[in-house]
């Protein structure tokens, strides 16, 4: 994660926001996150995701939906690889969003709406993949540093 190069404050309102939407403590290190994600074990509740998604990212749940269990399939029973990642790379962009832009309604409208360095998608249509979510992470990076946009 980039977000390791932000200068403190602005590292600890994004730990705040990643906290409010996958309910992981801000006291769990980065390398403790990676290594659950690289095992694909849910260590975390599957809960307040999909409540903060249903309730404030409605938009998203379309993007998401593929490979993230719902509330009804046990939202305690383990991710495979592939749907802890993805889980994390949504959770993850989203908050770096909002912790830049300062509030959600903000955010959410940058996340959804089509962007020409992107080819025409949609910031959070990236986060399919590695590679995208390093794009749309420093692209967001760049603007919280005042060198983009």
């Given at each position: 994660?980039?977000?390791?190069?932000?200068?403190?404050?602005?590292?600890?309102?994004?730990?705040?926001?990643?906290?409010?939407?996958?309910?992981?403590?801000?006291?769990?290190?980065?390398?403790?996150?990676?290594?659950?994600?690289?095992?694909?074990?849910?260590?975390?509740?599957?809960?307040?995701?999909?409540?903060?998604?249903?309730?404030?990212?409605?938009d998203?749940?379309?993007?998401?939906?593929?490979?993230?269990?719902?509330?009804?399939?046990?939202?305690?029973?383990?991710f495979?690889?592939?749907?802890?990642?993805?889980?994390?790379?949504?959770?993850?962009?989203?908050?770096?969003?909002?912790?830049?832009?300062?509030?959600?309604?903000?955010?959410?409208?940058?996340?959804?709406?089509?962007?020409?360095?992107?080819?025409?998608?949609?910031?959070?249509?990236?986060?399919?993949?590695?590679?995208?979510?390093?794009?749309?992470?420093?692209?967001?990076?760049?603007?919280?540093?005042g060198?983009?946009?």
């Open positions: 994660m980039s977000t390791e190069t932000m200068r403190a404050e602005a590292y600890d309102l994004y730990r705040a926001r990643l906290e409010v939407i996958t309910g992981i403590p801000k006291t769990d290190s980065d390398h403790d996150i990676r290594e659950v994600i690289k095992v694909g074990s849910q260590t975390y509740s599957l809960v307040p995701f999909l409540k903060y998604c249903t309730d404030s990212l409605p998203c749940l379309d993007i998401i939906s593929s490979g993230i269990p719902n509330e009804e399939s046990s939202p305690h029973q383990p495979s690889v592939g749907d802890s990642a993805l889980w994390f790379r949504v959770a993850h962009i989203v908050a770096l969003a909002e912790s830049i832009f300062g509030n959600g309604t903000k955010a959410r409208r940058w996340l959804m709406a089509p962007k020409k360095v992107f080819s025409g998608a949609a910031p959070m249509a990236m986060v399919s993949t590695i590679e995208g979510v390093q794009k749309v992470e420093q692209m967001l990076i760049q603007a919280m540093e060198i983009t946009f």
